[in-house]
């Protein structure tokens, strides 16, 4: 069953490009973005899943003082999202360049040949971009990232409930990973 495209959310930033499908860069390999599109994976998930087409997510402002986001957009749940479940998968640029200064910039897959895959959402994407990192907010994440294929066999990174349920109008939040804060600790060093 294919999902319907969904519509730009209300105040989307008008600086970025919204989109409901990855953009394929011309620095992805013929023979890596046929493995990404079509490939078998030989990722943890062994079967196929298909995903909701009604959205689990909305971006909102936060305005709360504390937030270490204040000022900016997160992610909140519309309903309770159940434990183990897909919430949305982060959809941006797909590419093969090294984009150290984006902080939208995921590793999704690596070739045997050395190609870094990754999927920015800093110019283009979807609501996952708006997911923060759980730092300051709460003692852990409730979200995490998986990289599974969606039905058509396509390659994505995507955001999962942990293993505890989410309540509806919580924030979505994820570890953004030691190596994500220690390049942004360098990059202030510097």
Not at 5 to 29: D, E, G, L
Not at 41 to 63: C, D, E, G, H, M
Not at 153 to 180: A, N, Q
Request: some cysteine.
């Amino acid at each position: 069953m294919s999902s319907s495209p969904r519509r730009q959310p209300p105040s989307w930033p008008s600086h970025i490009q919204y989109i409901n499908a990855p953009r394929y860069h011309p620095s992805v390999p013929g023979p890596v973005r046929s493995f990404l599109i079509s490939g078998t994976n030989p990722a943890p998930q062994k079967t196929p899943i298909s995903f909701p087409s009604t959205s689990l997510v909305r971006v909102r402002f936060i305005t709360e003082p504390s937030h270490p986001a204040r000022g900016q957009n997160g992610l909140f749940a519309v309903r309770k999202i159940l434990p183990k479940s897909h919430i949305i998968d982060y959809i941006g640029e797909v590419h093969c360049q090294d984009r150290a200064g984006s902080d939208y910039d995921l590793s999704l897959f690596r070739s045997q040949d050395g190609d870094n895959v990754g999927v920015d959402a800093s110019i283009m994407g979807n609501e996952a971009r708006f997911v923060n990192d759980y730092r300051g907010i709460r003692s852990k994440p409730n979200a995490v990232f998986v990289e599974s294929r969606t039905s058509q066999g396509e390659l994505r990174m995507s955001i999962w409930s942990s293993k505890d349920p989410i309540p509806k109008g919580d924030e979505i939040l994820v570890s953004y990973g030691k190596s994500w804060w220690r390049s942004r600790i360098a990059q202030t060093d510097a």
